[in-house]
Structure formats: C-alpha cells, structure tokens
C-alpha cells in the first residue's frame, strides 16, 4: 500500500495530498485527482493508498476547500485551473499527466488540459458535470450567499454554493473550447446519478468532437463513484495509462 503526505506546492497555499515517486525529485507520470463540490483531498485517499505503482499520485484540495487558500471561494473554471497549473510543472522531466475530475472536478480539469493541452496526456472523468442544461438551483440557494445567512455556513458549504451559482455561464464558455481536446477521454457515469444526470455523457460526446472518448456505462450506479465503485474508477485510471501508451 501506497504511503501518504501531504505537501504545499505554489506561491497560493495549494494543499496537496501525495503517494508513490516524489514528483519533484524523480521523473514518474503525475496521476491528479479532483474533487467536486464541496469535497476536499482526503476524498481521493483510497486511490492514493492503493493507486497505480511507478507513478505519482496527486490529490489536491481546490481553492477555497480542504486546507488550500483562500478562504473563500475562488469563482471561475479558469481561476481554479490556473491554480492547480504547477502540478502539472513539478518536474520537467515527468511525462504529462493523467487528469482526474469528479463531479465538477471534471470541468476543472478538463479547461486544465485546455490551458496546458502540452503537460495532460488522457482524462478521467468520473460522474461530471458539463451540460449547462441539467444544472438546477435550489430556490434557497440565492438566499443562502446572503448576509447574514451565508456566515453561518461551514466554509467548504458556503463556497460550494457560491461556485454553483455561477456554474452555468462558466460551463457555457467551457462548451465552446472543448472540441479543441485532442486528449484520449475516458468517461466513467451512473445511469442512477441524480447530482449529474447521465445526459451529461451524451453532451460531452457531442462536444468532445476532436477526442478519442471511450464510455463506461455502469447501470443503476448513482453519483459517489469513488466511494461506491472504487474499483471501476481504478480500472478507468487504467484504462486511461493504456491509452496514454498505446
């Protein structure tokens, strides 16, 4: 089993957890996993303890969970993205990486590999949230980004709430540069998922026009996969290391 650390990479207090070859100090395929919202690192230990060898596994708090900085929320794909770019970068002499977004981790890494398209090798993405159409508000939501309501929040609810609440513009203009991904995109999706309904695969088949995508379906599966369904998240990393080398 994988051994665990945490470690603080960027000027902006990105907290990371990590497994497997130091990625500073030796030259091993950088495999990063992100979470969703609200979520944090420790959502991805499972895969960090029992994840692929020979590579270094990767699991970031995003900005504004977990222990990174800031401390509220930090609003835009390309913000997010931008903050997690030196992963990407630890050593120059590791391969590109492997991406790995849950739920709306997956749009992050996927304008991620927009921004860096040269330092992604293949996407997992696993139960994401990518068509603008199937984003619902609660009625409360609104009310809850409001003084004095929203300070009394837990912090990882507050700035979940308020990324949802700008999300669908973002995944708007998220739309229009994703056919620019020439990555392999493996994408993992319960047919049973309720937070991101299963007519997200078919949307991103529509847009993913310049990508080699292959889909694992998994019938009757809802929306926690990496806690549900371990093992095919596992065999989708897999899959996505094939690709990679074929």
């Given at each position: 089993m994988n051994?665990?650390?945490?470690?603080?990479?960027g000027?902006?207090?990105?907290?990371?957890?990590?497994?497997?070859?130091?990625?500073?100090?030796?030259?091993?395929?950088?495999?990063?996993?992100?979470?969703?919202?609200?979520?944090?690192?420790?959502?991805?230990?499972?895969?960090?303890?029992?994840?692929?060898?020979g590579v270094s596994l990767l699991a970031p708090d995003r900005p504004g969970f977990g222990r990174s900085e800031p401390k509220q929320a930090l609003i835009g794909l390309k913000?997010?993205?931008?903050?997690?770019?030196?992963?990407?970068?630890?050593?120059?002499?590791?391969?590109?990486?492997?991406?790995?977004?849950?739920?709306?981790?997956?749009?992050v890494v996927a304008r991620l590999a927009l921004e860096q398209p040269h330092r992604v090798a293949a996407l997992v993405l696993v139960?994401?949230?990518f068509d603008p159409d199937l984003e619902h508000q609660h009625p409360l939501q609104p009310w809850a980004d409001r003084e004095p309501w929203r300070?009394?929040?837990?912090?990882?609810?507050?700035?979940?709430?308020?990324?949802l609440?700008?999300?669908?513009?973002?995944?708007?203009?998220?739309?229009?540069?994703?056919?620019?991904?020439?990555?392999?995109?493996?994408?993992?999706?319960?047919?049973?998922?309720?937070?991101?309904?299963?007519?997200?695969?078919?949307?991103l088949q529509r847009h993913l026009t310049h990508a080699m995508v292959e889909v694992r379906t998994l019938e009757g599966a809802g929306h926690f996969l990496p806690w549900t369904?371990?093992?095919?998240?596992?065999?989708?990393?897999?899959r996505a290391r094939a690709l990679c080398a074929a």
């Open positions: 051994q665990v650390h945490r470690l603080s990479v000027a902006h207090g990105l907290s990371v957890l990590a497994a497997g070859p130091d990625p500073v100090e030796q030259a091993a395929r950088p495999i990063i996993m992100v979470h969703g919202t609200p979520g944090s690192a420790g959502g991805w230990r499972w895969f960090l303890g029992h994840g692929p060898k913000a997010q993205a931008g903050r997690l770019a030196p992963l990407l970068s630890l050593n120059p002499a590791n391969p590109p990486a492997i991406l790995v977004g849950h739920s709306m981790g997956g749009p139960a994401t949230s300070r009394l929040l837990p912090r990882p609810l507050r700035n979940a709430n308020r990324e609440l700008t999300i669908v513009p973002e995944l708007r203009a998220l739309a229009r540069d994703l056919g620019q991904l020439r990555c392999p995109v493996v994408i993992l999706h319960g047919t049973a998922d309720r937070e991101s309904p299963y007519g997200n695969v078919a949307y369904r371990r093992r095919d998240v596992l065999a989708a990393i897999e």
